[in-house]
């Protein structure tokens, strides 16, 4: 996995992280350096689309400028990627409305408005595959791989016993793994 | 990855028969090497770029914002000072500060005088504030509908709204 930019010492990180939140510019471009990618891929996995990644993207940093003050220290990562799943989770809240509100008024139309993950003609095999996999544990997946988060930091992240993580995740990757034999075969 | 931070099986173990922890670590890692091999697309320069002057703008706007609550902070200061000295002390006293400050300071005009007066001061602030973030920053000039929406912006804090 690319991690263009990604920053290996913690004081460094504790250095930038301090600097954006006395409002240093400078600090927030390195930050977006280093997490852009990871957070790009996370979001382009569970949409499948880079139109809507891209808006994710932008939205999360912004976001980001106004939460840091909020962040008092302990894994970064881990509240980074919380910030991300939460808009992750508006958008999914945000479609499902747009459609409902679709459906209510042509069936015609709501047949023509986006799906959540588009097989588009940009999607490689892994996307296709993901996007069989349901909601829930697609985004344990590609929390845990792009957020490179340990199964305990998931679990505090999404409120549930450690056991039940490791049994979604595991789950999911064996599944995962089938589903691209099976497209193989 | 992930499975640096941790040891997988000793995990595992606590969930799962030997033989079966083994075979999850398995399955886990070898669905992480999946991942790997299929790596997602990378934002776009362009992406990057318009994300930080998004992020420069709102850090603008946050600046302004704290200017405008100082501003508005000492304002309040000073008003309710004013109050306070205006409502203390024996008739007499309200009397002569009442002549001396402000001789109708009850009046409706007299209050809107003060309020515009304390507007124009924020408005004052507001532009040598943006004076020295382009001056600091090299940012770009505003055009002046960008500057009229961080005014307005600015200028609807809740302080205003009371």
Redesign the interface.
Known sequence: ??T?GKIDNPEKLNEIIAGCQN?D?RA??QL??AY??RC??YF??LTGN?GV??DL??RL??RL??KIGSFKGGSFEKWLFTIASNIFNDYLRHEYRQRKLLEAHAEQLAEETPRRRSDDE?A????QQIAKLDDDTAEL?TL?????????E?SELRGEP??TT??K??R???K??EL?GAQDG | MADMKEKLEDMLNGFLAADQARQAAEDIRSGDRLMRQYPAPLPSADLLRDINSKVSRTLRIRRLKRVVRSVAAVAAVFVLGGMLLFFSGDEGDRTVRHVAVAPDWWDDSAVETLTAEVDDVVRTMISISIDDTFVDDHIPDFDEAELEELEAIAMSDDFWKG
């Not at chain 1, 490689?124 to 996307?127: C, E, T, Y």
């Not at chain 1, 845990?144 to 305990?152: P, T, W």
């Open positions: 996995m690319s263009t409002g510019n927030f471009t977006i350096d852009s990618t790009y891929g382009y996995r880079t990644s891209d993207l932008s940093f912004v400028v106004e940009m490689d095999r892994l996307q997946i845990r791989f792009y957020g490179e988060l340990s199964f305990k998931l450690i056991g490791l049994s995740v595991h999911g990757l064996r995962l793994r691209m």
